[in-house]
């Protein structure tokens, strides 16, 4: 289940409920830092102060002149290379077959009654919340909860939602001095 929300200030998230999976899964409990998590909740859902600045980044493969240096030129060498670590063909001929055993035991893992909902926020800096829930329907109803708090310009608080993870990873604000 997934649905896509902007809130008040035009910001896009993505909400998901996914089954947990595992036998041995415990069913939430709202833990000692319940209000820490709220918190920090608050800010991540916040307008950041200031408008960020993109930044600019040069990759040595694109450049447009050519280039002088020899280090820059054996880097840029070596990124070109196809069987290097790292790249397609090494991930499907020496890490394919362990990365398919995992994703089949994996699969083999039962799913348990416990949901997962996640909030995401589309853009430059990751930022994301997560409850957890148990049963069915109690998940499409935290999900539309979750939505319908964030179009509205609220911090979420499902009912019956444990909320188990928050991370927000734009810079601190910084004012600048005006000149």
Known sequence: MRQTVTDQWGDGWKARARHVRGAGTTPPRPGPDAD?????????????????????TTDVRDAAAPISDPVDAELAEFRHQWHR????????????PAL???????LRTPRSGTWEVGLVARGRFRRWARWQVSGDEAAVEV????????????VPDPVGATLVEVVDHRPPFRPQPVP
Do not use: I
């Open 36 to 56: 820490r998590m709220r918190r920090r909740l608050e800010a991540a859902l916040e307008r950041y102060p200031a408008p960020l600045v993109a930044s600019a």
């Open 100 to 106: 398919l055993r995992e994703g089949l035991a994996r």
């Open 85 to 96: 670590p790292g790249t397609t063909v090494w991930v499907g001929l020496d890490a394919g």
């Open 143 to 154: 999900l539309a909860a979750v939505t319908a708090a964030v179009a509205a310009g609220r």
